[in-house]
């Protein structure tokens, strides 16, 4: 066991947990940051991801001791009351069935849309290939980053 | 999620009515009759009814709906029916998700498509009931005749005399009156809200990350545990759990059943403690593989005892005399369901009763099943819904809510059990692996004169639908099934049976219409007029309705008409509703690529037409999904394959764009969670043998040897 300090969403957190203790389950169980989803574990699914630095990352294949200074965003920290381009653009084109996946989904869009805020179909599904959702709403994932990238300067 | 601190009866009445004063209305889910409803001024005790809409003094409206959420979009249709006949104001309706109580929900299950046929009429009934007290009420304080007045928007409005008041002004006032014996329900022309497109009303708090979901269900003082399960058809031997038990954070180790249970506080040290376990396991039953099975489907489809599940005249007579015999067998490999939210339950089982809370599509089974275990009155036992991570059926079962309660009873402790997706693959139960052969008779002139199905599956019941078409539509017809009882557990899958059934029928029926030299969508409509016009036995489908969808899809679809794109067609009847769907393969530099799929439906009125459109897309692009990778191979009882790196899904790559049409025929809501899906098999091999010459006849089709060389990175 060991004390890390994080960065995450703007705040300092601490955890005393295990080097190799995915950040995934420090968010959830240690912070109660249960926006970010458990779906595989094995960094095959994208329900977990959140931005280190801004990139896309596997919060259930990074271990916490690998984190360090990076400044962590999770979906409950995307904007201050839903309110982020792709949160809303989610919304109107209504993109979800469970919902499940969806946070991982919103992480991975945003992550794009703020490297390239005119992707291409290409590279909007080459961006998104990782985050799957069982219920199927693709067609609505691709339609929404479409409209976001659109209202985003 | 909405969370009840207390969930019996008494209490949840009293927490729920938060309105001081308003108008409450109970009502039967179980009777369409306005008689039944109750207007409820006040928190009366014992208050017999199983729903309730409430309009508050400020003029919020209050729908419980009772049904599980996983996905399906209730929680935003039901509403938006009752909101309908009310007149309601959209953005003033608040929907809760109400607990489990059997007392005043009659049917609180998702599974079958079955939410909204089953509740539209009442639905309809308790809106329309409020709209009248709320006239009423304003006819009263106006001293007008109610029939002078109307209702927009959550006002009454008095055109002659240019005033309007609110419903939430009214409210007090109409909980006064007496209930109607009879509402009149709107005429279809005059909905303004059914038909259109509703967002989900849960879309906020899925995205900014509340916790919803059973997963995210915290308790203070609450324990996590997992379990490890063994193979199908072996039991506990021995289990050293000393070392898991030393591991930090580990509460305690403890067996029971054939589980062993690592019970700790966070997951990550869980799930390092569950690798120190060493179990031992022995032989219980038969402990089965893939190719055992394959072995056995062959053997058992001559040879198997089979139940006869139809019968209409002479087929030995038939084929005797046929022309030509065609006869072809398929074959699909058990899957998980995968809801993307792996199970997980908590359980608090105490001396006086047992809190349930969690994700299942049966709330009341799994309260039952654990009185039951537990030897409790059901009425001890409370359950509290969370919104659903999809359930595709595996929410159907009350297993992992068991194994919770029992845990809980040992560790004598409030314990959430999860699964990891490991756990989710390998812990059962499963879509069950079938095959099934066709053989079709034709007579000279290329008709259909005989017609034989034999399904064999493992642990699947009847495997056919022995009713569908084109029963009805054969003079002479036998439908038999073959089941082997295996330890791996099986059970519904979305679009339980027909889910593979009609990939195989549509397959095959596209090679008979071809080796009747007619046109596949022709064959279909002529053997559907053959139905009408002189039916052979009992047809349990509605022929009209079939041709609809038939013809829609072919008209939308441009059917025919295409030049450089082969066409591929099926339709099918499941779960009240009809679906026919036509795929399209281009081929691009040699190899086929899948690019395009319509979808034409017959769901009757459809509430909601985005959610509508989601069901279909999401029904089209998980049949698709599953016929082309999905594969679940056991091995000395174990599914080789046990997390998303070798079970494959669907991704979004892989998806053609998807069209959707409806028949708009006006009648009741039939059901849409599932219908979708059955078609979209059949679609696809028949358009991808269009353009290749190559006929798939088993699923995945990514691991036949006709896919072979075809990237599957990219669309099919
Ligand atoms: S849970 Fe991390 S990718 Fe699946
Ligand atoms: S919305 Fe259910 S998994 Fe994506």
Not at chain 2, 141 to 158: G, K, M, Y
Not at chain 2, 277 to 286: N, P, R, S, T, V
Not at chain 2, 345 to 355: I, L, Q, S, T
Not at chain 2, 584 to 611: F, H, R, S
């Amino acid at each position: 066991m060991a004390n890390y300090k994080l960065q995450i969403n703007g705040r300092s957190y601490e955890a005393d947990v295990d080097a190799d203790t995915p950040l995934l389950w420090v968010l959830r169980d240690n912070f109660g940051l249960v926006g970010t989803k458990y779906g595989c574990g094995i960094a095959q699914c994208g329900a977990c991801t959140v931005h280190l630095n801004g990139n896309a990352v596997r919060a259930c294949a990074l271990p916490v001791s690998a984190v360090g200074s990076g400044k962590i965003t999770t979906i409950e920290g995307l904007s201050a009351d839903g309110d982020h381009p792709v949160q809303l653009a989610w919304d109107e084109v209504d993109v979800a069935q469970c919902g499940y996946c969806q946070a991982g989904q919103i992480m991975s869009a945003t992550a794009l849309l703020n490297k390239k805020t005119k992707p291409t179909v290409e590279e909007i599904e080459t961006a998104m290939n990782g985050n799957i959702c069982r219920c199927g709403t693709y067609h609505r994932i691709k339609e929404a980053i479409v409209l976001a990238s659109s209202k985003m300067k | 999620m909405t969370t009840f601190p207390k969930t019996s009866r008494r209490n949840f009445l009293k927490i729920a009515a938060t309105a001081g004063g308003g108008l409450l209305i109970g009502f039967h889910w179980n009777s369409a009759d306005a008689s039944a409803m109750k207007v409820v001024g006040s928190m009366a005790d014992d208050v017999n009814f199983n729903s309730y809409l409430s309009i508050s003094p400020e003029g919020v409206i209050t729908i419980f709906s009772p049904n599980p959420e996983l996905g399906q979009n209730i929680k935003t249709s039901f509403p938006m029916v009752v909101a309908e006949e009310l007149d309601a104001d959209w953005s003033k309706v608040k929907v809760l998700q109400a607990p489990l109580d059997t007392k005043k929900f009659e049917r609180q299950v998702t599974g079958g498509s079955g939410a909204i046929p089953h509740s539209w009429e009442r639905l309809r009934k308790a809106g329309a009931t409020a709209r009248h007290l709320m006239i009423e009420a304003a006819a009263k304080r106006w001293s007008v005749p109610a029939s002078s007045l109307t209702a927009e928007n959550s006002f009454v409005i008095d055109k002659a005399g240019n005033r309007k008041l609110s419903y939430g002004e009214l409210a007090t006032e109409a909980s006064k009156i007496a209930l109607p014996k009879d509402v009149k329900l709107k005429d279809r022309k005059d909905f303004k809200l059914i038909g259109k497109s509703v967002r989900n009303v849960d879309n906020k708090d899925m995205f900014t990350g509340k916790p919803l979901y059973g997963m995210d269900f915290h308790r203070e003082g609450m324990l996590t545990a997992m379990i490890q399960r063994p193979a199908f058809g072996m039991k506990l031997k021995s289990v050293d759990t000393a070392a898991a038990k030393a591991m930090p954070g580990i509460v305690d180790v403890v067996s029971f059943k054939n589980n062993v249970a690592v019970v700790g506080k966070s997951t990550w040290q869980i799930i390092k403690a569950r690798k120190a376990l060493k179990i031992e396991y022995e032989k219980e039953g038969a402990v089965e593989s893939t190719s055992d099975h394959d072995k056995l489907f062959k053997e058992l489809m001559t040879n198997g005892e089979a139940t006869v599940r139809r019968k209409d005249g002479d087929v030995d007579a038939a084929f005797k005399s046929a022309a030509k015999v065609i006869s072809r067998e398929y074959q699909c490999p058990f899957l998980s369901h995968s809801p993307m939210e792996p199970m997980n339950f908590f359980a608090h089982v105490r001396a006086d009763g047992v809190e349930l809370v969690g994700p299942t599509q049966t709330p009341d089974r799994a309260r039952m099943e654990v009185a039951k275990l537990l030897n409790m009155f059901p009425d001890n036992v409370t359950v509290q819904l969370t919104r659903l991570g999809g359930g595709f059926g595996r929410r159907l079962q009350a297993d992992y809510a068991l194994e919770a309660a029992e845990l809980s009873s040992i560790i004598k402790a409030p314990v959430k059990v999860i699964w990891t997706r490991e756990d989710d693959l390998t812990g059962g139960s499963y879509r069950p692996a079938v095959r099934y052969r066709f053989d079709a008779a034709l007579d000279a002139n290329g008709n259909l004169i005989g017609y034989k199905l034999r399904g064999v599956g493992i642990n699947a019941g009847n495997c056919t639908r022995e009713d569908n078409f084109p029963s009805g539509a054969v003079d002479n017809l036998l439908i038999d099934s073959v089941e082997h009882k295996s330890p791996i557990t099986t059970g519904p899958w979305r679009a339980p049976i027909t889910n593979f059934l009609a990939f195989a029928e549509q397959s095959f029926l596209d090679e008979v219409a071809m080796a009747s030299k007619k046109d596949p969508v022709k064959f279909r409509l002529d053997l559907l007029d053959r139905a009408k016009s002189s039916p052979v036995g009992e047809i349990k489908y509605d022929i009209d309705r079939m041709k609809a969808v038939i013809q829609l899809a072919a008209e939308k679809s441009g059917w025919g008409t295409k030049k450089n794109l082969a066409q591929g067609f099926s339709v099918y009847f499941s779960h009240r509703s009809y679906v026919a769907q036509v795929a399209e393969v281009e081929m691009k530099k040699g190899k086929p690529a899948l690019k395009k799929i319509y979808a034409a439906a017959d769901c009757g009125i459809v509430v909601n037409m985005g959610g509508a459109k989601q069901q279909v897309m999401g029904g089209v692009v998980d049949g698709l999904g599953h016929a082309m990778f999905s594969n679940l191979t056991f091995k000395d009882g174990l599914p080789e394959q046990k997390n998303f790196n070798t079970y494959r899904l669907i991704k979004m790559k892989e998806i053609p764009e998807v069209e959707c049409h409806f028949v708009d025929n006006g009648i009741d809501p039939t059901g849409l969670g599932e219908p979708a899906l059955p078609p979209t098999g059949g679609a696809v091999a028949n358009a991808y043998f269009k353009a290749t010459g190559k006929r798939l006849y088993n699923q995945p089709f990514s691991l036949q040897e006709e896919l072979k060389g075809v990237s599957l990175g990219e669309k099919l």
